[in-house]
């Protein structure tokens, strides 16, 4: 599989007799790139550290740019870029300082080293905090530092470990707009998350991953229609309206939330079908607070495949270190 950047078939990994990686497939074309999205402890981070290395594979096959990262690990270790829980920033250098110093280690030379920061504290937004140490730095601004010294020997393959987690707004905006253009740029990206709207937003496939399996795998529209082309979401006034509407509707993946008193359903999004819905609603007497019909997010994907929502919404975890 020497056209695939990325080649996973089998993956499984123990950590004494806690098994978190429980055969995994994955396949990443060449130029794409893979949102691997799943709840924490899903064992997201478990493979990235495989793919890069950093930890050995218990069986399976698993090549990066067409070499084993078992026999291979040199040559996977100078195709990738890896940013992610393993900071290589050091606190004391300016950016600028950092991003040349990672050029040496590349051998890339004095003059090619400070253009190579050059273009990067450029590309990354931190022209004007170049020169300051790297402690006095946001949080956003760090992730940026960290993923720019990943990308000094422009990497064909970018491994990225939940790039926004913890970011505020604003710098997770600028952290998608730099992986939308690393991607213009030709790269390969595994990108995991957990954020349904992040992988909706940068991934061009979607494998989603829960207690160590790939349970379903596809662009985002694919797996959107796998719940079905519209949804129906009837919220009641009160709790007990709540109930029965619970016991007398059915229909197909059907979900509910017990605190919003909501229930939603799949339709095939015509009025008749709507209608239908609506008649029940009124010959049982029920009195309906609002009523919306949306197309499936990725919430609702996950919701159905997995039977929970997907740990962390992505407004709450807003806060910036
Ligand atoms: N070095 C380790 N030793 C023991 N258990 C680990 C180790 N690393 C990860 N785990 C466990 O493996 C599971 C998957 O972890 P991880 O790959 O970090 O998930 P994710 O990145 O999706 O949150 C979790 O249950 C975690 O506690
Ligand atoms: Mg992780």
Known sequence: MHDAAISIKNLTKSFKDLQVL??????????????LLGPNGA???????????LLQPDGGEISVNGYNVVTQADDVRHSIGLTGQYAAVDEYLSGRENL???????HLGGEASKARAEELLEQFDLVQAADRPAKTYSGGMRRRLDLALSLVATPPIIFLDEPT?????????????????LKKSGSTILLTTQY???????????????RGIVIAEGTADELKDRVGKERLEISFNTENDFIKALSIIEGEAIQSNKEEKTISLATGGTVAEVKRVLDIMEASGLDIDTLNLHKPTLDDVFLKLTGHQAEEKLD????EK
Request: hydrophobic fraction near 45%; charge should be positive.
């Open 22 to 35: 429980k055969g995994i497939d994955l396949t990443v074309a060449r130029g794409t790139v893979l949102g």
């Open 43 to 53: 064992g997201k981070t478990t493979t990235v550290r495989i793919l890069s290395t």
């Open 100 to 106: 040349i110093m990672m050029g040496r280690l590349y």
């Open 165 to 181: 987690t913890g970011l505020d707004p604003r710098s997770r905006l600028l952290m998608w707009d730099i992986v939308s253009s």
């Open 196 to 210: 349904l709207e992040e992988a909706d937003r940068l991934a061009d496939r979607i494998a989603v991953i829960d």
């Open 316 to 319: 709450e975890s807003v806060k």
